[in-house]
């Protein structure tokens, strides 16, 4: 399993990877309904990227995390939306939901398989 260090490291540059290719083909982004869904995806994965990062960052300095990582790396990944196409705002959201959602099933899945050792 990878340590707090590296994958703090990898996420912030699959945030800035995904964050310029983003930006660069914006305007393909926002040609169509498809693309600009695809656009809401696209930051919600930014939104992913982010919240690893802040997690991990705050891991490694000992505090402790919240919702106020979830906050702030939603408002950042909305933003990014918001540079491609208003709807790419809305889909965001709905996607960035189904994301967390998901992380946290599955941060409950692996603390309780922690726990019965």
């Not at 990898?10 to 656009?39: C, D, N, P």
């Not at 990062?53 to 939306?81: M, R």
Request: aromatic share 12%.
């Amino acid at each position: 399993m990878a340590g707090s260090g590296s994958s703090m490291l990898y996420s912030f540059l699959l945030f800035v990877v995904t964050f310029s290719l983003q930006e660069m083909f914006r305007v393909k982004l926002a040609s169509s309904e498809l693309f600009t869904i695809l656009g809401g995806f696209t930051s919600s994965l930014i939104f992913l990227m982010l919240l690893t990062f802040i997690g991990n960052y705050q891991e490694t300095c000992g505090i402790k995390t919240g919702w106020g990582a979830v906050i702030t790396a939603e408002i950042v990944a909305l933003i990014a939306a918001g540079t491609v196409h208003r709807v790419c705002i809305t889909t965001c959201f709905l996607f960035s939901a189904g994301l967390l959602y998901e992380v946290n099933k599955l941060s409950g899945i692996v603390e309780s398989k922690g726990k019965r050792y």
